[in-house]
């Protein structure tokens, strides 16, 4: 897991966390979720500061893709793009499939993985999805 966080005066205003997604395929994928930024600070590009900071520590451990689940106006700010579940499916069933969305961190094309990967427990929840 992956956490960072935004303060104003040593006072927390805003945090994401990745998560891996484990497929059996030999492929690094981290799932943005949540994002968070208290109400006060929001609209101030703090969440996508913190996105990117995060998305670039990715990219220094080597990791393949990011993937989320939200809205694409949001996540389209940063890089995320609509992902279809028949190139990289989420981890259970989505109610609202045009959420799904991921990035390519290695400059390659969003390879196609068949198979549903495993999230991390407290994720594992179809009410999530």
């Known amino acids: 897991m992956i956490c960072v966080g935004a303060y104003d005066n040593e006072r927390l205003i805003g945090s994401i966390f990745f998560t891996r997604l484990w497929f059996k395929k030999p492929i690094q994928v981290f799932m943005l979720a949540p994002v968070a930024v208290s109400t006060g600070h929001q609209g101030k590009g703090i969440g996508q500061e913190i996105i990117n900071f995060g998305l670039n520590q990715l990219k220094k451990r080597s ?18 793009r609509e992902l279809s ?14 959420g799904w969305l991921g990035l390519s ?7 196609t993985i068949n198979e549903r990967p495993v999230c991390v427990k407290a994720f594992n929840d179809p009410v999530y999805w």
């Open 105 to 111: 961190l290695n400059g390659k094309p969003m390879p």
């Open 63 to 80: 990791v393949d893709i990011a993937v989320t689940y939200g809205d694409p106006s949001f996540y389209s700010k940063v890089g995320f």
């Open 85 to 98: 579940e028949d190139v990289i499916p989420a981890p259970q069933k989505l109610s609202m499939p045009f």
